[in-house]
């Protein structure tokens, strides 16, 4: 039971001036009690919010896992305290995945600087890039996941200086060239064209070729929170054109909407967990295949998920939901496409 402060004589509200006449202020809500207090209320305080939050914030997540929908009829129907806002809910989960995700993106490479500078083949260390990562991949005292993940690495740089200046090619190759054909012709390039490739050109003047795809990759991932961000409203909204707009308001399907991707991002996030938790153990093939069979495991029902989700949810028969689902689905996938293209040529022009 938790314990409660005096409450101070003076009736007027610390807030808002308004008179208390009980515990807590009519008007805004705060408790009308002593502002300097002892260490032991305040850890007392302390216990107890951190209490509420880890029980709030499990029953959330074991919830959104295991139970597709429950959590957001449970918040619909008036019972919010005992979970996550939905906002925060969501607002953690991505802050915390793509954190991980680029931390554990830079792994490998971090890996590698420091396995060279621990004395792996020392004197190979003076040698061009390319000469002594190969040079340490055949090192038969670096541990095997070393060396695979030199391999790995060498294979990506190799890839990426094939590629040379065909990465992201819009169709010309200098500002010059564009000038030149809208000299002779203005009409024959469109102003958003003629932007698009201006800015290709800066990024390319800016990095060799062989660095492109490895920046390309790091603003993706550092843009796909926005993109997740402004997709939510319009998942949201197909939804909206799906169902009774009499029972069901836009903001319903908001925190339906605000949950699922919740789930999407959480799966992802335990995968990446597991499989580099994993990794760090032993490097046997065993240790791969569990790995491997628990992705597996992880993505089908993530894609399952959707369809017990949506038939609890909205309450319709089995047939219809599921047609709905497939409906859903497959406008989705289609809307998809054009955000991971406007993804990456969005990514590639604003490379840093």
Same mark, same amino acid.
């Given at each position: 039971?938790?314990?409660?402060?005096?409450?101070?004589?003076?009736?007027?509200?610390?807030?808002?001036?308004?008179?208390?006449?009980?515990?807590?202020?009519?008007?805004?809500? !705060?408790?009308?009690?002593?502002?300097? $207090?002892?260490?032991?209320?305040?850890?007392?305080?302390?216990?107890?919010?951190?209490?509420?939050?880890?029980?709030?914030?499990?029953?959330?997540?074991?919830?959104?896992?295991?139970?597709?929908?429950?959590?957001?009829?449970?918040?619909?129907?008036?019972?919010?305290?005992?979970?996550?806002?939905?906002?925060?809910?969501?607002?953690?989960?991505?802050?915390?995945?793509?954190?991980?995700f680029n931390i554990l993106a830079n792994e490998?490479?971090?890996?590698?600087?420091?396995?060279?500078?621990?004395?792996?083949? $020392?004197?190979?260390?003076?040698?061009?890039?390319?000469?002594?990562?190969?040079?340490?991949?055949?090192?038969?005292?670096?541990?095997?996941?070393?060396?695979?993940?030199?391999?790995?690495?060498?294979?990506?740089?190799?890839?990426?200086?094939?590629?040379? !200046?065909?990465?992201?090619?819009?169709?010309?190759?200098? !500002?010059?060239?564009?000038?030149?054909?809208?000299?002779?012709?203005?009409?024959?390039?469109?102003?958003?064209?003629?932007?698009?490739?201006?800015?290709?050109?800066?990024?390319?003047?800016?990095?060799?070729?062989?660095?492109?795809?490895?920046?390309?990759?790091?603003?993706?991932?550092?843009?796909?929170?926005?993109?997740?961000?402004?997709?939510?409203?319009?998942?949201?909204?197909?939804?909206?054109?799906?169902?009774?707009?009499?029972?069901?308001?836009?903001?319903?399907?908001?925190?339906?909407?605000?949950?699922?991707?919740?789930?999407?991002?959480?799966?992802?996030?335990?995968?990446?967990?597991?499989?580099?938790?994993?990794?760090?153990?032993?490097?046997?093939?065993?240790?791969?295949?569990?790995?491997?069979?628990?992705?597996?495991?992880?993505?089908?029902?993530?894609?399952?998920?959707?369809?017990?989700?949506?038939?609890?949810?909205?309450?319709?028969?089995?047939?219809?939901?599921?047609? $709905?689902?497939?409906?859903?689905?497959?406008?989705?996938?289609?809307?998809?496409?054009?955000?991971?293209?406007?993804?990456?040529?969005?990514?590639?022009?604003?490379?840093?």
């Amino acid at each position: 039971m938790a314990h409660k402060n005096p409450l101070r004589k003076d009736k007027t509200c610390l807030n808002c001036n308004y008179v208390v006449e009980q515990r807590f202020c009519p008007n805004c809500g !705060q408790e009308n009690t002593d502002t300097r $207090k002892t260490f032991y209320h305040l850890f007392v305080h302390f216990f107890e919010d951190l209490t509420h939050y880890e029980n709030a914030f499990w029953k959330t997540i074991r919830n959104l896992i295991l139970k597709p929908a429950a959590l957001t009829k449970e918040y619909l129907s008036g019972k919010r305290l005992s979970y996550l806002a939905p906002v925060r809910l969501y607002i953690f989960i991505s802050f915390v995945t793509f954190f991980m995700f680029n931390i554990l993106a830079n792994e490998e490479e971090q890996l590698i600087k420091n396995e060279a500078k621990a004395g792996i083949l $020392k004197d190979t260390v003076k040698l061009p890039e390319e000469v002594w990562l190969e040079e340490i991949a055949k090192d038969k005292r670096a541990p095997k996941a070393v060396v695979d993940s030199l391999k790995h690495f060498i294979r990506q740089k190799k890839e990426g200086e094939i590629m040379e !200046q065909d990465f992201m090619n819009f169709g010309y190759h200098s !500002q010059a060239e564009m000038d030149s054909i809208r000299q002779k012709d203005p009409d024959a390039i469109n102003d958003f064209e003629y932007w698009i490739n201006k800015k290709s050109f800066e990024v390319k003047k800016r990095y060799p070729a062989s660095m492109l795809p490895e920046k390309f990759k790091q603003s993706v991932i550092q843009n796909i929170p926005k993109a997740l961000f402004l997709y939510m409203p319009i998942f949201a909204l197909v939804l909206w054109l799906f169902h009774n707009k009499k029972r069901w308001y836009y903001f319903d399907h908001g925190i339906f909407t605000l949950h699922y991707f919740s789930f999407l991002l959480l799966i992802n996030l335990i995968v990446l967990l597991v499989d580099s938790l994993l990794s760090s153990i032993s490097s046997h093939f065993l240790v791969d295949a569990v790995s491997g069979i628990f992705a597996l495991i992880a993505y089908l029902w993530m894609f399952y998920y959707f369809f017990p989700a949506h038939h609890r949810f909205f309450g319709e028969s089995r047939l219809i939901s599921f047609l $709905k689902s497939m409906a859903l689905l497959f406008i989705n996938m289609i809307l998809i496409s054009f955000l991971l293209v406007f993804l990456f040529v969005y990514s590639f022009v604003n490379i840093h």
